[in-house]
């Protein structure tokens, strides 16, 4: 029988505090059924009046279901099932009160204040965070209450000594400050009792004014000089009564630090346990409180819903070894680098013994810490001890990237029940799952998880460890399909996009990064910066094209059509201003290019002009899909005008590439052996800008560049590595890719593992047993962009591709499957978590007969598969031949035996 499971409103399991009008539902069908052929959606208050009902609608679609119904009230909780049929008509109905939303304010005025604790001088950046309470009685328990909290910085609320936000960690969030900041919504009812409560929040820094906005500003903030917290409680009760408590005058500061001395994102915590004091408890006013009013400010900003991932920790990892070291100090190696901090397990301590806590990715060669690429970022946990026979610590408003632990100061013995690593990341489920034959490629797949978990906290950064830890554009974009491969990532990616979308240049362009500590980027800004930067009004190929890419990559996994609608005008608005101020359709690239590539720079104007050329074309199909049928008319033509400059431009008349550059004569072409670069060659041919003929030419170039000049080896940097594999593959040169992913010298992506990398590294080169470590000064040994590599095992190795233009509004609904039996491997294996359902490809090669290969593979249930064999079926009992030639899977379970088609 056909059931309807994981019902999700908005990509989120029973969602609070929700400011969407139109909420879109989702779920997906399993049972021994094929398909859904009717379905039923009705939505209802508590009260159990009906705001919707849809009736029977024939169909299979199970995603991106808009609500049409009555209007949304604020405040109020929303019920909701499903009820479907199958093809047998057999009908079934989930349960009525498992699934929910709540809406948020929707527009509403909120009573509570933003109240602060500056002082006369404002807020030092490395201050403790400030702690605000109110306590206030109540005749009798609330049958409901509801804390809707905000912070301008980063805060915990707490009820009567209890953690009302549960397991989410640095609340609200990191956002474009100059427009919105997210509220989050908590049932408070648990933590409140009759008579007297106390309301209390500790309140630091974070991303709002700490270092990590100070230091991109000249040391002071862009945005805000000290931390601001909002809230309002909302209880009722059983005789029908309401009672909002809002922050205003009445509530107060303690006066004076906490046990919190010190908490940053970029230099760490300092604590001193012999000032811990109870003031969270109802009641209590210590002498040392002496309390006073808060500070109450009006900052202007838009409040919005969190339709992010909350942060969370994720996991916990014990010491794999620990040393002590001939200096007294220990050192504590995980065995793993992630993202997180450290959790202190300490016995009979004594007031006033500091223990200090310092975190690396890599040793020395001396075995001490290695922390210069750390940079500005100090990264020290300072913890003071007091009189106690159990101590257990965990800093609050700070995180690590890290994999060792030097701790000192220690007089006792610690062993592995001593300290624990916690991993902190957004809170995404894991949809994606990968194994082969090759135990370093399977190794290299674990790197790329664990690049992704830790660079995944509220933001897409760069690296978790030094000075930086931003939301930089490029990073993004390179690995958003992988990611989307890996986890359930769409509202993670909407809260980014939200946030990018609102920080365009004044010229119309995306950022670099996002959210900006610099604050907004106007003309005036970028006549400071790279001179070819201003000159493209901000435009960096590759990373402003993040805003075009990302929307398109979700609707291709999510079907998301609503980003599209909403970010079109943007992704115009850029697409328009570098056609009318570019020289005949060829734009600069900015100032990153391929960034680290290996002594192989692509030319300016070319990457710059092949990116232009490659998001028209997608804003196109954009257009088309938002119903926009002049604007992707107008794409289409300016991808086509582009492509007419790129070819005029870059290619001589026999079809090789060439670069003219400033200084030589008109007419005077470069052979392309010494003008063409890799990734020149891979932006070729994956936007399709090679005239007619020449693909060829340009192949024959890039894999003689790669096996002969390169001795089989890449010079890629960002830009062009993510294309490598999927080009060469696509171009029947799977030879080559499985060559390439398999080098295990520099530059390559096993290299890294063979020498013990638990991460994907920054630079090919970061490190090496023989010559040390890479340049300090940019040298993150936790960063994900080439793990975008990634992507191929799924849509090649193992050869899962959504079609979209077949699925209607349901995610994978249709999917094609065509993996290459790779000769380099004996087995693969991907398994995929789709909104429609799991996808699992696995193949084996027999051991006697190469040539013979055992392909499994599932298609869930309402879902249907494109096959497309690489080499001769046996047996295609249960499969569809389509008019095509073609085969096509219903759901199910399927084993065929495929005789050729080996290759690589």
Same mark, same amino acid.
């Given at each position: 029988?056909?059931?309807?499971?994981?019902?999700? /409103?908005?990509?989120?399991?029973?969602?609070?505090?929700?400011?969407?009008?139109?909420?879109?539902?989702?779920?997906?069908? $399993?049972?021994?059924?094929?398909?859904?052929?009717?379905?039923?959606?009705?939505?209802?208050?508590?009260?159990?009046?009906?705001?919707?009902?849809?009736?029977?609608?024939?169909?299979?679609?199970?995603?991106?279901?808009?609500?049409?119904?009555? /209007?949304?009230?604020?405040?109020?909780?929303?019920?909701?099932?499903?009820?479907?049929?199958?093809?047998?008509?057999?009908?079934?109905?989930?349960?009525?009160?498992?699934?929910?939303?709540?809406?948020?304010?929707?527009?509403?005025?909120?009573?509570?204040?933003?109240?602060?604790?500056?002082?006369?001088?404002?807020?030092?950046?490395?201050?403790?965070?400030?702690?605000?309470?109110?306590?206030?009685?109540?005749?009798?328990?609330?049958?409901?209450?509801?804390?809707?909290?905000?912070?301008?910085?980063?805060?915990?609320?707490?009820?009567?000594?209890?953690?009302?936000?549960?397991?989410?960690?640095?609340?609200?969030?990191?956002?474009?400050?100059?427009?919105?900041?997210?509220?989050?919504?908590?049932?408070?009812?648990?933590?409140?009792?009759?008579?007297?409560?106390?309301?209390?929040?500790? =309140?630091?820094?974070?991303?709002?004014?700490?270092?990590?906005?100070?230091?991109?500003?000249?040391?002071?903030?862009?945005?805000?000089?000290? #931390?601001?917290?909002?809230?309002?409680?909302?209880?009722?009760?059983?005789?029908?009564?309401?009672?909002?408590?809002?922050?205003?005058?009445?509530?107060?500061?303690?006066?004076?630090?906490?046990?919190?001395?010190?908490?940053?994102?970029?230099?760490?915590?300092?604590?001193?346990?012999?000032? $811990?004091?109870?003031?969270?408890?109802?009641?209590?006013?210590?002498?040392?409180?002496?309390?006073?009013?808060?500070?109450?400010?009006?900052?202007?900003?838009?409040?919005?819903?969190?339709?992010?991932?909350?942060?969370? &920790?994720?996991?916990?990892?014990?010491?794999?070894?620990?040393?002590?070291?001939?200096?007294?100090?220990?050192? +504590?190696?995980?065995?793993?680098?992630?993202?997180?901090?450290?959790?202190?397990?300490?016995?009979?301590?004594?007031?006033?013994? /500091?223990?200090?806590?310092?975190?690396?990715?890599?040793?020395?060669?001396?075995?001490?810490?290695?922390?210069?690429?750390?940079?500005?970022?100090? #990264?020290?946990?300072?913890?003071?001890?007091?009189?106690?026979?159990?101590?257990?610590?965990?800093?609050?408003?700070?995180?690590?990237?890290?994999?060792? =632990?030097?701790?000192?100061?220690?007089?006792?013995?610690?062993?592995?029940?001593?300290?624990?690593?916690?991993?902190?990341?957004? #809170?995404?489920?894991?949809?994606?799952?990968?194994?082969?034959?090759?135990?370093?490629?399977?190794?290299?797949?674990?790197?790329?998880?664990?690049?992704?978990?830790?660079?995944?906290?509220?933001?897409?950064?760069?690296?978790?460890?030094?000075?930086?830890?931003?939301?930089?554009?490029?990073?993004?974009?390179?690995?958003?399909?992988?990611?989307?491969?890996?986890?359930?990532?769409?509202?993670?990616?909407?809260?980014? =996009?939200?946030?990018?979308?609102?920080?365009?240049?004044?010229?119309?362009?995306?950022?670099?990064?996002?959210?900006?500590?610099?604050?907004?980027?106007?003309?005036?800004?970028?006549?400071?910066?790279?001179?070819?930067?201003?000159?493209?009004?901000?435009?960096?190929?590759?990373?402003?094209?993040?805003?075009?890419?990302?929307?398109?990559?979700?609707?291709?996994?999510?079907?998301?059509?609503?980003?599209?609608?909403?970010?079109?005008?943007?992704?115009?608005?850029?697409?328009?201003?570098?056609? &009318?101020?570019?020289?005949?359709?060829?734009?600069?690239?900015?100032?990153?290019?391929?960034?680290?590539?290996?002594?192989?720079?692509?030319?300016?104007?070319?990457?710059?002009?092949?990116?232009?050329?490659?998001?028209?074309?997608?804003?196109?199909?954009?257009?088309?899909?938002?119903?926009?049928?002049?604007?992707?008319?107008?794409?289409?033509?300016?991808?086509?005008?582009?492509?007419?400059?790129?070819?005029?431009?870059?290619?001589?008349?026999?079809?090789?590439?060439?670069?003219?550059?400033?200084?030589?004569?008109?007419?005077?072409?470069?052979?392309?052996?010494?003008?063409?670069?890799?990734?020149?060659?891979?932006?070729?041919?994956?936007?399709?800008?090679?005239?007619?003929?020449?693909?060829?030419?340009?192949?024959?170039?890039?894999?003689?560049?790669?096996?002969?000049?390169?001795?089989?080896?890449?010079?890629?940097?960002?830009?062009?590595?993510?294309?490598?594999?999927?080009?060469?593959?696509?171009?029947?040169?799977?030879?080559?890719?499985?060559?390439?992913? =398999?080098?295990?010298?520099?530059?390559?992506?096993?290299?890294?593992?063979?020498?013990?990398?638990?991460?994907?590294?920054?630079?090919?080169?970061?490190?090496?047993?023989?010559?040390?470590?890479?340049?300090?000064?940019?040298?993150?040994?936790?960063?994900?962009?080439?793990?975008?590599?990634?992507?191929?095992?799924?849509?090649?190795?193992?050869?899962?591709?959504?079609?979209?233009?077949?699925?209607?509004?349901?995610?994978?609904?249709?999917?094609?499957?065509?993996?290459?039996?790779?000769?380099?491997?004996?087995?693969?294996?991907?398994?995929?978590?789709?909104?429609?359902?799991?996808?699992?490809?696995?193949?084996?090669?027999? $051991?006697?007969?190469? $040539?013979?290969?055992?392909?499994?593979?599932? +298609?869930?249930?309402?879902?249907?598969?494109?096959?497309?064999?690489?080499?001769?079926?046996?047996?295609?009992?249960?499969?569809?031949?389509?008019?095509?030639?073609?085969?096509?899977?219903?759901?199910?379970?399927?084993?065929?035996?495929?005789?050729?088609?080996?290759?690589?």
């Amino acid at each position: 029988m056909i059931h309807a499971v994981d019902l999700l /409103t908005e990509y989120k399991k029973n969602p609070m505090g929700m400011d969407e009008y139109c909420p879109r539902f989702s779920y997906r069908v $399993e049972g021994d059924c094929l398909r859904q052929t009717r379905r039923r959606i009705r939505v209802w208050k508590e009260s159990g009046e009906y705001v919707w009902d849809t009736g029977f609608l024939a169909g299979d679609d199970t995603a991106q279901i808009p609500y049409a119904g009555r /209007t949304l009230e604020p405040l109020t909780r929303y019920f909701w099932n499903v009820a479907v049929e199958d093809e047998k008509g057999e009908k079934s109905e989930s349960g009525r009160f498992e699934n929910h939303f709540e809406t948020g304010f929707m527009g509403r005025n909120w009573k509570g204040e933003w109240i602060g604790a500056k002082s006369p001088l404002g807020q030092d950046m490395l201050s403790g965070p400030a702690r605000f309470f109110l306590d206030f009685e109540r005749p009798s328990v609330p049958v409901k209450a509801r804390l809707y909290s905000s912070a301008l910085g980063l805060y915990v609320p707490f009820l009567n000594g209890e953690r009302a936000c549960g397991e989410d960690l640095f609340l609200p969030g990191w956002t474009n400050y100059f427009d919105r900041v997210q509220y989050q919504v908590y049932d408070a009812a648990k933590f409140l009792k009759k008579g007297l409560n106390r309301f209390a929040v500790l =309140l630091g820094t974070g991303w709002f004014s700490g270092r990590i906005v100070g230091q991109w500003n000249g040391g002071t903030s862009a945005v805000g000089r000290h #931390a601001l917290f909002r809230g309002e409680l909302h209880l009722s009760f059983a005789d029908g009564t309401e009672k909002v408590i809002a922050t205003d005058e009445n509530f107060r500061i303690i006066h004076g630090d906490g046990p919190i001395r010190m908490s940053d994102i970029y230099m760490g915590e300092t604590y001193d346990a012999r000032r $811990e004091n109870d003031w969270l408890s109802p009641g209590v006013i210590r002498q040392d409180f002496l309390p006073r009013k808060p500070y109450i400010e009006h900052p202007g900003v838009k409040m919005s819903w969190n339709s992010g991932a909350m942060v969370r &920790a994720v996991g916990e990892i014990a010491p794999v070894k620990i040393t002590k070291m001939p200096s007294g100090v220990y050192m +504590v190696d995980f065995g793993q680098n992630f993202a997180g901090r450290e959790r202190l397990f300490l016995k009979n301590t004594f007031a006033g013994q /500091t223990v200090t806590v310092r975190h690396g990715e890599m040793l020395n060669e001396d075995g001490s810490l290695y922390e210069t690429n750390l940079r500005g970022a100090l #990264a020290v946990t300072s913890y003071t001890c007091k009189n106690a026979s159990e101590a257990v610590y965990e800093p609050e408003f700070t995180f690590y990237g890290f994999r060792y =632990l030097e701790i000192s100061g220690w007089n006792g013995e610690l062993d592995p029940g001593s300290v624990r690593g916690i991993v902190i990341s957004s #809170a995404l489920p894991e949809t994606g799952s990968f194994s082969c034959s090759d135990e370093l490629v399977n190794r290299l797949y674990s790197n790329i998880v664990w690049g992704q978990k830790s660079n995944f906290l509220d933001v897409p950064t760069d690296c978790p460890q030094r000075d930086e830890r931003l939301g930089w554009t490029g990073d993004t974009q390179v690995f958003c399909n992988m990611a989307t491969w890996n986890s359930f990532a769409p509202e993670f990616y909407t809260k980014w =996009l939200t946030d990018l979308n609102t920080e365009m240049t004044d010229f119309g362009c995306y950022p670099s990064f996002s959210p900006n500590p610099y604050g907004h980027v106007t003309a005036g800004d970028l006549l400071k910066e790279f001179h070819p930067y201003m000159r493209a009004g901000g435009y960096a190929a590759g990373w402003s094209d993040a805003g075009i890419i990302c929307p398109w990559i979700l609707y291709q996994k999510y079907m998301d059509t609503r980003l599209i609608r909403n970010f079109l005008p943007n992704i115009l608005r850029q697409l328009d201003f570098l056609a &009318a101020n570019s020289d005949s359709f060829i734009v600069e690239a900015g100032p990153y290019r391929d960034w680290l590539n290996m002594d192989q720079p692509t030319e300016s104007k070319f990457l710059g002009t092949a990116c232009f050329a490659g998001t028209a074309r997608i804003a196109a199909e954009m257009a088309q899909i938002a119903g926009r049928e002049e604007d992707a008319v107008r794409m289409r033509n300016l991808f086509e005008a582009v492509k007419e400059a790129f070819r005029k431009k870059f290619f001589t008349p026999e079809g090789k590439i060439f670069i003219r550059e400033p200084g030589i004569t008109t007419g005077t072409h470069r052979e392309m052996n010494l003008e063409c670069t890799q990734t020149a060659a891979l932006l070729t041919l994956y936007f399709d800008l090679a005239p007619e003929g020449a693909e060829e030419k340009v192949l024959d170039w890039l894999v003689h560049d790669i096996t002969v000049t390169k001795n089989n080896h890449l010079a890629t940097g960002f830009l062009g590595t993510p294309l490598l594999l999927k080009v060469l593959t696509r171009y029947g040169r799977e030879d080559v890719a499985c060559t390439l992913l =398999l080098q295990k010298s520099c530059p390559s992506w096993l290299y890294p593992v063979t020498q013990g990398a638990t991460t994907m590294w920054e630079r090919w080169n970061s490190f090496d047993h023989e010559k040390g470590f890479g340049d300090a000064n940019m040298n993150s040994f936790n960063h994900y962009a080439y793990g975008a590599v990634g992507d191929w095992f799924f849509e090649f190795l193992c050869g899962i591709t959504p079609c979209p233009e077949k699925s209607g509004s349901t995610p994978f609904k249709v999917f094609r499957l065509a993996p290459r039996f790779c000769k380099k491997f004996a087995h693969a294996e991907c398994a995929f978590s789709s909104m429609s359902g799991k996808i699992v490809s696995r193949w084996k090669r027999d $051991e006697k007969d190469p $040539e013979k290969v055992v392909w499994s593979f599932t +298609v869930p249930c309402n879902t249907a598969a494109e096959i497309v064999f690489p080499g001769t079926p046996e047996n295609t009992d249960g499969l569809e031949k389509t008019q095509e030639g073609r085969y096509l899977a219903r759901a199910g379970t399927y084993t065929v035996t495929v005789f050729g088609g080996s290759r690589g």
